[in-house]
């Protein structure tokens, strides 16, 4: 058998994996680019913790206000539902801006709004009441609580969030409710914003 009929087809077939690779990754930039482009902008206030990944490099790790949410009509909304099974479903939180100009929580819902302030979270762990009170707490993620920053950047942004200068983040969401970190604010002020590519 003549190998040399064989090599066109293996270099068409690692040229269209090469190319498939390439849009793969030209996909997810661009998506998360889309958000930051056109996503609704929401602001948030954050409470930051300050730990490090040996992978990625510095981060600060961000918490916010509707990181832990009061559900008022918790068993009508769960029903039967051991808070086990409960972990990693997604959940919309809908949101409306304060006279501060942050989001705040309003109410949570199981389906995507048609209209309106939300961003999409799951659901990290349940705390119920024990008191036969139709309420539960939930604690919620919804992917931006790390902010990655440059050793260059990542000293001064350290001591900024451990001095409480930075109060904000202001976060852009998508049409699905998807957000991405777009700024950190200090005051009425962006003092860090993230680039499109």
Known sequence: ????????????????????MWASVLWMIESRASILRGGQEIVLKTEPIDPRDFLR???VRLNFDISRVLVENFEDMFAGQRSEVLIGTPVYVILKKNAAGRDEY??????KPESGRFIKGKIRSVGLRN????????????????FYASETVAPDLEKRMRD?????????V??????QIKALRQGNHNFLTEVFY
């Open 1 to 20: 058998m003549n190998t040399n009929s064989k090599k066109p087809f293996h270099l068409a077939g690692a040229l269209i994996t090469i190319a498939l």
């Open 57 to 59: 490099g510095r981060y």
């Open 106 to 111: 309003v109410s949570l819902q199981l389906q």
């Open 131 to 146: 008191d036969g009170n139709e309420e539960g707490y939930l604690s919620l993620e919804y992917g931006i609580e790390r």
């Open 164 to 172: 409480g200068e930075v109060t904000d983040i202001i976060v852009a």
């Open 174 to 179: 998508s049409a699905d409710g998807i957000p």
